[in-house]
């Protein structure tokens, strides 16, 4: 059974950081693509970041800078580091393993249940 487990959201001021975690099971990690996705109220599911099997990454243009994503493959864990949030960064955020390269009209395999992460102004 394949698990994708999301942590490390909350709330937190504009300006501030949050780092979001997933732990993965169930899948070979180092063999899926992982990306992060997020969800506001009203709006459509965007992808925010992605990281190759490889270990490269791609970016929204309104996280670039601002976000980092990065992979543990020996912990299964793939991490969203988020700094200088804004109000706008408000959303659902989800994690995702996809066996092939994750991109914006793509879809992966596989989700998480999401974590809220709120930015207050």
């Known amino acids: 059974q394949v698990q994708l487990v999301e942590s490390g959201g909350g709330l937190v001021q504009a300006g501030g950081s949050l780092r979001l975690s997933c732990a993965a099971s169930?899948?070979?990690?180092?063999?899926?693509?992982m990306g992060w996705y997020r969800q506001a109220p009203g709006k459509q599911r965007e992808l925010v970041a992605a990281?190759?099997?490889?270990?490269?990454?791609n970016y929204a243009d309104s996280v670039k800078g601002r976000f980092t994503i990065a992979r543990d493959n020996a912990k299964n864990t793939v991490y969203l580091q988020m700094n200088s949030l804004k109000p706008e960064d408000t959303a659902l955020y989800y994690c995702?393993?996809?066996?092939?390269?994750?991109?914006?009209?793509?879809?992966?395999?596989?989700w998480g249940q999401g974590t809220q992460v709120t930015v207050s102004s």
């Open positions: 990281i190759t099997r490889g270990g490269s990454s």
């Open positions: 169930g899948i070979i990690f180092s063999l899926y693509n």
């Open positions: 995702a393993a996809a066996v092939y390269v994750i991109s914006t009209g793509t879809f992966p395999n596989y």
